[in-house]
C-alpha cells in the first residue's frame, strides 16, 4: 500500500476547501457521543470534555480521539504516557459540563474524583471509563489526533445490547439524552 502525501486545498487542482464557519455548520447537525479525558503528566491533573471518542480496533483495543491545540489541556496531553478517557451517559451531564467550562479548576471537588494506583484522575461514579496507553499523536490541521491503548475499564452503568440506555450525545450546540422515546426503529 503506498502511503498518501497530504495536500493543501489549491495545489494539483483541487478546489477550495471550505470556510471553518461552513465546517462547523456541517458538523452541528452530526450528532456525538460525549466523553471526558483526564490525564497527569507530573504537573496536575488535566480534563476537556471530547466529542471525537472513537473505537478503531477490538484486537488490539485501540480508541482515537483528537483535541484542540489551543484547549489549556493541550500541553499536558501531548505529553502523558496514558490516559482515562470517561465514556458518559445522561446521569454524568455535570461532569461533561466540567470538562467543557473554561477557566476553572476542574478537580477542585476533591469528592468527584480520585486517582487509580497508577496516578491517573479519575471521575467517579461516571458511566464507564477506561485508562489507555497512548501509542501515537499526529498533528491534524488545529488538533492533535491520539491513538490510544486500553489497558483497563470499569462499567458501572452497562446497557444491555439493544437497549437504549441514557446516552447522552451533543448535537446544535446542547447536551441531549438519548433513551426509548428517541429510538426510530422497530
Known sequence: MRAVEPVAAGERGLPSSLSPDDFKALFRGHPAGVAVITADAGSGPVALTATSVSSVSAEPPLLIFSISTLSSAADVLSRAETVIV?????????????????????????????????????YCD??????????????????MVIAAHALQSHIARDVSPGAAG????????AWHRLGEHSRVDD
Open 86 to 122: 470517561h465514556l458518559l451517559d445522561a446521569h454524568d451531564l455535570e461532569v461533561a459540563k466540567l470538562g467543557a467550562t473554561s477557566g476553572i479548576d476542574r478537580f477542585a471537588d476533591k469528592t468527584q474524583w480520585s486517582r487509580l494506583v497508577t496516578g491517573e484522575p479519575v
Open 166 to 173: 441514557d446516552a447522552l450525545v451533543h448535537h446544535n450546540r
Open 126 to 143: 461516571v458511566r464507564a471509563w477506561v485508562r489507555c496507553a497512548v501509542v501515537n499523536r499526529m498533528d491534524a490541521g488545529t488538533s
